[in-house]
């Protein structure tokens, strides 16, 4: 099934497979052999973070699976991302270089600033990556996502990287990335659902050749998690089981094709063996302008993932909920005024 997922071209000239895997929560050996029996099925794009704290099992399952024969690593495309706390600059190469070994690879072929706000940096241990302050909130660095970025790019110009984007990044504050760039982002990953589906950060994005990553496409962390479900209704709604009557698909596939005929990339987190399958088998059909528009209609602007631990931070990406690109309405001139919350020069 492999052959059957197309691949799109970055505005650097790399390219990624259409759907990728998301691996949020998948660890241990159950983990490893989920992302073995994933890259069986046929996904080669494969999503992680230092944050998740499941590098080492991707890199496993990923060299058994070269070992065995099955597949080159130059089939597969890997993206892990810089977490929060290592914005500094001079903690990015070594931040890196941690994942890199975790994973044990030769590169990766993307890496991502997981979100716009730098958090006080407390070390490299699990239980230092949300670090609080004295008044109990998440401690806030004053590292601007620029310099953190700069250091970024040097990882590509060492040839360890072969792509860097962003993710959690409103349109103002890519305006401002883009400026100052000598290496642009190809990617920004964001929520993205029927629920929220950030028609006009895309259409930004695609105006400045991002392309979009689309992480809860199914509006919550996966398709069994029905804590934050604001796009459950899509799974069970009546004119949208129609829809996939028509093509032999259920309601979870068309939301994926909706995903990817608006314009994104989305990398949704299987449970089971049945929604990897099912998950993949998208691309033998288009919806029609029509369905797409019905598809439209579920957009409630409510976010699954809202971040609100992180809103006193001044580069908090997400404001007015009503809005469904909140955050642009932040003064870049004066986003370092914006927030009060005491920030740390790490």
């Known amino acids: ?47 992680t973070a230092y944050r998740y704290g499941n590098e080492r099992e991707v890199g496993q399952a990923v060299r058994d699976k070269i070992a065995e024969g099955f597949i080159a690593r130059e089939d597969l495309f890997i993206t892990t991302k810089l977490w929060n706390s290592f914005h ?15 994973l044990k690879l030769e590169y990766v072929d993307l890496y991502l600033m997981h979100m716009p706000m730098a958090l006080a940096f407390r070390g490299f241990g699990e239980a230092d990556l949300i670090p609080y302050d004295t008044q109990g909130k998440v401690a806030c660095s004053e590292v601007n996502f620029c ?3 700069r250091a970024m790019e040097q990882l590509v110009r060492t040839g360890q990287v072969r792509s860097i984007g962003v993710s959690n990044f409103n349109r103002t504050q890519l ?8 290496i642009r982002p190809v990617t920004n990953q964001v929520e993205c659902n029927p629920g929220f589906n950030q028609k006009p ?3 930004f994005c695609r105006a400045e ?29 009546a004119r949208v089981a129609r829809i ?14 909706y995903l990817i005929d608006i314009g994104t990339i989305p990398i949704p987190k299987p449970c089971n063996r049945a929604e990897t ?18 598809m439209d209609g579920f957009a409630n602007g409510k976010r699954a993932v809202p971040l609100k631990y992180y809103s006193h931070h001044r580069d908090y990406p997400f404001g007015n909920e009503d809005n469904e690109d909140v955050g642009d309405e932040v003064d870049a001139e004066n986003h370092f005024s914006s927030k009060s919350a005491n920030y740390l020069k790490v």
């Open 147 to 149: 310099d953190t970025w």
């Open 209 to 237: 050749d991002i392309t979009v990553t689309a992480f809860s496409p199914m509006g919550r962390a996966n398709r069994s998690d029905s804590s934050c479900g604001v796009t459950a209704n899509v799974l069970t709604d």
């Open 244 to 257: 996939g009557a028509k093509y032999g698909k259920s309601n979870a596939q068309i939301v994926l094709r």
């Open 201 to 203: 950060l895309i259409e």
């Open 1 to 47: 099934m492999w052959s059957m997922v197309p691949r799109v071209t970055f505005a650097n000239g790399c390219q990624i497979p259409q759907i990728g895997l998301g691996t949020y929560l998948t660890r241990g050996e159950e983990g490893i052999r989920a992302i073995k029996q994933a890259i069986d099925i046929g996904y080669r794009h494969i999503d």
């Open 277 to 294: 399958l099912e998950n993949i088998d998208i691309f033998d059909f288009q919806l029609t302008a029509d369905e797409i528009g019905l």
């Open 175 to 182: 305006r401002r990335l883009l400026a100052e760039a000598t």
């Open 88 to 102: 500094s600059p001079r903690h990015v190469a070594e931040a890196f270089g941690r994942s890199l070994a975790n």
